[in-house]
């Protein structure tokens, strides 16, 4: 039997966020050790040839059954709204059943019927998962800053589910049949736990009102948390209509990130417990490094300039980093912070 219970947020006035809970534990943790298992197993099978996934499939299947939960449990507590919105108790409930479908998807060939089929429960979700930012949203306004983070992390992830399910459906419209995974990837990660990581920092750098001071510190933060809401729309703009504003776009969002890894090391890190602490200084320092194979292949990419590292190297080293060097880390320590 799902059991309800209210968790209250702070900031001015009292926020309360439906969390349904089964035999007395929140569904959203239950669903992460569960998808976790599931995870692992998937990596076996696929290892020894019991299931036909490549490593970017992994990186999705991982995002679904793993991080989308630990970030709807993260993305829980509005400031300044009130009420039990049941788009999020949907996408909680739903979430679990609608990962393992889409798991299930992957693991099919590509444009066949019953994987496009399996894969409609996930964007059903993500889009409850929409819905919910709306509430927040409405119910908040556009301030303060980090929740309109949080938010945008809420907003950009049907993204992926649409990229997933284009790309499992086949229709990869003028791009290569990769980037149109890549891009569902890209989502699941850069689309939804970078913002969201962005809006749980921002929480911590705040003062009690959500707002950023008018130090050079708040004003860094202003600066890199726009950015990185912004420019995630203005990438998928230039890839799609102009390589200038793609460039612009990719660069400015790598010079954002990496200032967020340089704000959680100098004022986070000093401010939390020692565990939370030390992942979030692991997470900062693997995006940093991230960064840097982002670069490296934003430059190899341009004509007449030598090839500092591949398509599959990227796919390897900033992956992996994104995965298990940022996004595991931050999202571990923020629950921790969280209890």
């Not at 209250?8 to 349904?20: E, Q």
């Not at 970030?71 to 009420?83: D, I, V, Y």
């Not at 019927?113 to 993500?126: H, I, N, Y």
């Not at 990419?301 to 796919?315: N, Q, R």
Request: hydrophobic content about 60%; proline content about 6%; aromatic content about 10%.
């Amino acid at each position: 039997m799902i059991e309800f219970d209210a968790v209250h947020g702070s900031g001015a006035s009292p926020a309360s966020t439906v969390h349904p809970k089964l035999l007395g534990r929140r569904l959203v943790d239950l669903s992460a050790i569960w998808g976790s298992v599931v995870w692992l197993a998937v990596v076996a099978a696929a290892t020894t040839g019991g299931l036909d996934l490549s490593v970017v499939e992994l990186f999705v299947c991982l995002a679904v059954l793993v991080f989308v939960p630990l970030g709807l449990c993260l993305a829980a507590t509005p400031r300044r709204s009130g009420g039990t919105p049941l788009p999020y108790a949907v996408a909680v409930v739903g979430q679990l059943p609608a990962a393992l479908a889409a798991v299930a998807a992957l693991a099919l060939p590509v444009g066949t019927r019953p994987s496009v089929a399996l894969l409609l429960p996930w964007f059903g979700v993500t889009g409850a998962i929409a819905t919910f930012g709306v509430w927040r949203l409405l119910s908040r306004g556009f301030w303060p800053l980090p929740e309109l983070a949080v938010d945008a992390a809420l907003f950009y992830l049907p993204v992926g589910a649409v990229a997933l399910l284009l790309h499992q459906a086949g229709i990869s419209l003028r791009f290569a049949p990769v980037i149109i995974l890549l891009t569902a990837v890209h989502y699941h990660y850069a689309g939804f736990v970078l913002p969201l990581v962005t809006g749980l920092i921002g929480r911590i750098v705040a003062g009690d009102d959500g707002r950023y001071g008018d130090d050079r510190t708040g004003q860094f933060a202003v600066v890199t948390t726009v950015v990185i809401v912004v420019n995630l729309a203005l990438i998928a703009v230039g890839i799609t209509f102009s390589p200038l504003v793609e460039v612009i776009a990719v660069a400015l969002f790598t010079v954002a990130v990496a200032g967020v890894a340089v704000l959680v090391l100098w004022r986070v890190v000093p401010t939390v417990p020692r565990t939370p602490g030390v992942l979030l200084s692991v997470a900062s320092i693997a995006i940093f490094v991230s960064m840097v194979f982002a670069l490296a292949y934003g430059y190899s990419a341009f004509p007449l300039t030598a090839e500092l590292i591949s398509i599959g190297e990227m796919i390897r080293w900033h992956g992996s980093l994104n995965a298990f060097g940022f996004a595991l880390p931050s999202l571990l320590a923020f629950r921790l912070l969280r209890d």
